[in-house]
């Protein structure tokens, strides 16, 4: 079986990952990132990792970031181009499981990690 994203396999089994695409001249990623912001010991407690791609770096929101391929994470996620936003939710097996155009709540990727870990054996 081949893994789904490369790019985020240093993560792999240990922790979801909210990708952050920022587009330029663009006000939805600060919007994104002040709403996670509001709610990092909640995606902290169920091992959220969130990641910016600016231009042609990877940022990390709440920790220290991860020597990471803004390209690769790109490509392996079909991101879309420097211009555009879109946050992407891979999961503990490297699946995308949420896929959006538009800021979201946290509480609706909360819940939708919350459905991934209880789906967990």
Known sequence: MTDPCPSLASFRDRCNVLVIFEGSNDDRPARQEEELLHHEKSMTERDIVVLRIAGGGVFQLFE??????????????????????????????????????????????IDVVNKLLSSTP
């Open 64 to 109: 220290e970031p991860h020597e990471l391929n803004a390209d690769d994470i790109r490509s392996d996620l079909e991101g879309p181009s420097d211009d555009d936003f879109e946050i992407v939710l891979v999961g503990r097996d490297g699946t995308t499981k949420l896929r959006s155009y538009a800021p979201l709540p946290a509480t609706v990727i």
